[in-house]
């Protein structure tokens, strides 16, 4: 195979492109810091870069889409560069690529690249994270629910879920670090259990870390979120009032041909539950529109449900057929024209409501954490997760500031920022 040998003296360059979700945008976290390691550097630019590493996205066929035009356009460029493929990729698509590229591995062995040694789980090797405030960890990875349409089970394979002490170490030394936002990450965050620990007792232990620090976490599945989490969560100093609940569906129907384990009724028992007893809660969603056989009248209750439910923030999907999963026998049987129809009503919708809580913001005080400063303004997001910009001379970058908010759009807000007099 032709594998890069690396030296002391390495002078080759590197160059991460991610595609996917904040799993991977993590996961490429380790990619960086695992190559600095092997003593590269990372490059100016793409072009300029000897090796390019492409972490892939299967969830719909737009995503695998990007990597194939990626590896084509990088094979056109002057300079002979070489391409490490990872990520999730389905055994259809390993095949197709393997004759385009270098090396296609597994992230569970990104240890062994490069000439690099087996070790007993790359989670061992430490995120290099691409700013100083807000971190990933990954708590868990890889999933057991088979929803009928989704190919992370079979790009991921089963769940794995890290032992907490690995967990609470590198949470710890982030703190120490100085950063001030952890954020947590698991297909289901809900299902985590390590010996006798569930995924609420182990917020209570991160929380129990010493410091001034946010704890968010994503992604809840609706059939485990927990009454027992609610209520830590809804007395917890540390962990946000943020929830990701992915509905998919408002058609009892739909939502049984998707594998889902749950009904509307429960659905919404739940989100009433943490807006009653979670202050300032945030609750945001993922929609599928066109799934095989859907019909208007079960797409209407999807809206419907967008109405009642009021959603800060909705990633509303078109159906994309997956090899390997259940659907996939099923034919895509609705046009492409409906589906757009479909996602554009909801996002409709969701301009809507997202806008009418965010008006709720107007003339209030909150804190936010602040990410990025760019061009005389502060960005960031307040404890719920909901993005903010503050018009500001001084750069924050890694501060909680206290801020008013003075206008609501449907994704944001914006504000001013609150001197304490002294
Ligand atoms: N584990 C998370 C997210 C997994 S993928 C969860 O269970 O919620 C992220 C989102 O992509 C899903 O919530 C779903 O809305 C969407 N998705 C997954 N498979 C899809 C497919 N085949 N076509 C369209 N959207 C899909
Ligand atoms: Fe996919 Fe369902 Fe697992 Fe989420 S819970 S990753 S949608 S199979
Ligand atoms: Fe994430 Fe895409 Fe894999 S959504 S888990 S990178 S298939």
Not at 209 to 223: D, Q
Not at 395 to 415: H, R
Request: glycine content about 4%.
């Amino acid at each position: 195979m032709d594998k890069i040998k690396t030296t002391k003296h390495n002078k080759q360059s590197y160059w991460i492109i991610t595609y996917g979700c904040q799993m991977n945008k993590s996961d490429s976290e380790r990619i960086a810091s695992f190559l600095q390691s092997q003593n590269f550097k990372k490059a100016k630019n793409k072009k300029t870069a000897d090796l390019i590493i492409i972490n892939a996205c299967s969830v719909r066929q737009s995503a695998v889409d990007r990597v194939y035009g990626q590896i084509n356009q990088i094979k056109k460029n002057e300079k002979k560069q070489k391409i490490y493929l990872t990520g999730c990729l389905t055994e259809k698509d390993k095949q197709a690529l393997q004759p385009k590229v270098d090396l296609i591995f597994n992230i569970k062995e990104l240890s062994t690249i490069c000439g690099g040694e087996k070790i007993d789980t790359y989670f061992k090797i430490p995120p290099l994270p691409n700013n100083s405030v807000s971190v990933f960890i990954p708590i868990s990875t890889g999933c057991d629910n088979f929803c009928s349409y989704c190919v992370v089970p079979y790009t991921r394979g089963r769940e794995y879920h890290r032992p907490a002490e690995e967990i609470l170490k590198e949470v710890e030394m982030f703190i120490k670090r100085g950063f001030k936002e952890i954020i947590l990450l698991g297909q289901n965050v809900n299902s985590y259990h390590y010996k006798n620990i569930d995924f609420t007792d182990l917020l209570q232990l991160i929380e129990n870390i010493p410091g001034n620090f946010w704890i968010t976490f994503l992604t809840n599945h609706p059939k485990d979120l927990s009454e027992k989490l609610i209520d830590y969560v809804a007395e917890s100093k540390k962990v946000c009032p943020y929830f990701h609940l992915p509905v998919q569906s408002g058609d009892n129907k739909i939502l049984k041909l998707m594998n889902r384990h749950y009904t509307v009724k429960k659905y919404i028992k739940k989100v009433k539950k943490l807006r009653k007893k979670i202050k300032d809660v945030c609750i945001s969603t993922d929609i599928i529109v066109g799934i095989p056989t859907e019909t208007t009248s079960q797409f209407k209750n999807t809206a419907k449900l967008m109405k009642k439910l009021k959603f800060d923030m909705a990633y509303i999907a078109q159906y994309s057929p997956r090899p390997q999963t259940a659907l996939s026998k099923v034919k895509d049987d609705i046009p492409k024209k409906e589906k757009q129809k479909r996602e554009q009503e909801l996002i409709k919708i969701l301009e809507k409501t997202a806008l009418e809580n965010n008006k709720k913001y107007l003339g209030k005080t909150k804190v936010a954490l602040i990410t990025k400063y760019e061009k005389g303004y502060l960005f960031g997001h307040l404890k719920n997760q909901k993005q903010i910009k503050i018009s500001s001379k001084k750069d924050l970058t890694g501060e909680m500031v206290k801020v008013k908010i003075t206008q609501a759009n449907p994704y944001s807000l914006k504000g001013e920022l609150i001197y304490d007099k002294k």
